[in-house]
């Protein structure tokens, strides 16, 4: 596997993680703005809260190939040896997409936890940003 990685990064293996991983911090602050609309506390004139919800629902979707994505390349090429902070924070937002993607499922009154795991995923997505791609690219320490 840490071969096909290295092939289909053509040996650019950080700087492919460090973009998808940005990509997903991105989209993460946007699914937040999306639910603020969707929820009815941010009124937007060209954006209706039903409109919000379905974009905020795909682009979930997209989120959770690309973390996915990124959670393979990382497992595979890199490992858990030199991870800490940063493959800790990783398995226990992993965890978190999961149990969120698990409550989207079921519905019902357990959807009351969607908020607090949606705001739970976004600190989590930044934090294992700053502990990779931030390091990398020389952000916040």
Same mark, same amino acid.
């Given at each position: 596997?840490?071969?096909?990685?290295?092939?289909?990064?053509?040996?650019?293996?950080?700087?492919?993680?460090?973009?998808?991983?940005?990509?997903?911090?991105?989209?993460?602050?946007?699914?937040?703005?999306?639910?603020?609309?969707?929820?009815?506390?941010?009124?937007?004139?060209?954006?209706?809260?039903?409109?919000?919800?379905?974009?905020?629902?795909?682009?979930?979707?997209?989120?959770? !190939? =690309? #973390? *996915?994505? +990124? %959670? /393979?390349?990382?497992?595979?090429?890199?490992?858990?040896?030199?991870?800490?902070?940063?493959? @800790?924070?990783?398995?226990?937002?992993?965890? !978190? =997409? #999961? *149990?969120? +993607? %698990? /409550?989207?499922?079921?519905?019902?009154?357990?959807?009351?936890?969607?908020?607090?795991?949606? @705001?739970?995923?976004?600190?989590?997505?930044? !934090?294992?940003?700053?502990?990779? %791609?931030?390091?990398?690219?020389?952000?916040?320490?």
């Amino acid at each position: 596997m840490e071969q096909f990685i290295e092939d289909v990064t053509r040996g650019n293996v950080t700087e492919v993680k460090v973009i998808l991983a940005s990509v997903v911090v991105g989209l993460a602050i946007y699914q937040v703005l999306l639910m603020v609309v969707g929820y009815g506390k941010l009124r937007v004139r060209l954006l209706a809260p039903g409109s919000a919800s379905w974009t905020h629902r795909a682009i979930g979707d997209t989120i959770v !190939v =690309l #973390t *996915v994505i +990124v %959670a /393979v390349m990382c497992l595979s090429y890199y490992g858990f040896e030199d991870g800490g902070t940063h493959a @800790i924070v990783a398995c226990v937002l992993l965890g !978190v =997409l #999961t *149990v969120k +993607v %698990a /409550v989207v499922r079921i519905g019902g009154r357990v959807s009351r936890l969607l908020p607090l795991l949606g @705001i739970s995923l976004l600190m989590l997505f930044t !934090v294992t940003w700053f502990t990779s %791609a931030g390091d990398f690219l020389g952000v916040g320490g």
